[in-house]
């Protein structure tokens, strides 16, 4: 079936290590997406990418880089300067022309 | 894209209809008015969108007012399953130049269906 596939769904990580979230969708779409949401919050733009080896910063892109080398393909790295990266992660997805977004089912990412 | 306002929670009698608003009081005329709703600890659903027409589907009706200043989603027989977190967001459809598909989501209304 087609969607979009997170990994992994939890995941810990010490203070001053990276980590990096995979995204993988077989929709064919052009656009992909990184939210960040905090309890209570709602969705927060990291990253977004239009088209293959393109992406711009959202609202919140401090401390995170992405790559977009293949079309399936968006992993978020969750770098040490990301002062509070204990989150919930989504990853999303469009086609390029129409704006409904599929989500992933979200990475939960917990700094100890 | 617009900022829409929302209220931050709503109650709803299980069978009967959840009418949900949303303000989007500064929409331009190319713009879309989505809503999505999100169950704890998963990903977003899309459930439907409309530019200036009512809209419905399997899932739920779109009111847009005349002026699309405001908007309001209808479940019309809620259920328990219903309940959730629902976002209002609105954006441009298609590409119109860097930063287009750079979608904002707010705090949206908690749902919550009564038994």
């Known amino acids: 079936d087609g969607g979009i596939t997170q990994s992994p769904k939890y995941l810990f990580r010490k203070e001053g290590q990276n980590v990096t979230l995979s995204c993988e969708q077989n929709l064919n779409h052009d656009a992909m997406y990184w939210y960040r949401q905090d309890p209570g919050q709602g969705l927060r733009l990291i990253y977004y990418?239009?088209?293959?080896?393109?992406?711009q910063k959202g609202d919140i892109a401090e401390g995170y880089s992405v790559s977009r080398e293949k079309k399936e393909s968006f992993p978020l790295t969750v770098t040490s300067a990301q002062k509070n990266p204990t989150a919930f992660y989504l990853c999303?997805?469009?086609?390029?022309?129409?704006?409904?977004?599929?989500f992933g089912e979200g990475s939960r990412l917990t700094v100890l | 894209d617009a900022k829409t306002t929302q209220p931050p929670s709503m109650d709803c009698a299980e069978g009967r209809a959840a009418n949900l608003p949303c303000n989007h009081s500064?929409?331009?005329?190319?713009?879309?008015v989505y809503w999505y709703r999100q169950i704890h600890s998963q990903g977003p659903q899309y459930i439907i969108h409309?530019?200036?027409n009512n809209e419905t589907n399997e899932m739920a009706s779109l009111i847009i007012t005349e002026d699309r200043k405001s908007s309001t989603l209808i479940l019309p027989h809620a259920t328990l399953r219903d309940t959730a977190v629902y976002y209002c967001i609105v954006r441009v459809e298609g590409y119109s130049g860097a930063g287009s598909y750079q979608l904002t989501f707010g705090k949206g209304t908690k749902l919550s269906v009564i038994p």
């Open positions: 990418s239009q088209i293959v080896n393109d992406f």
């Open positions: 500064t929409i331009s005329g190319n713009e879309y």
């Open positions: 999303a997805s469009s086609i390029r022309e129409f704006g409904e977004l599929f």
């Open positions: 409309g530019l200036k």
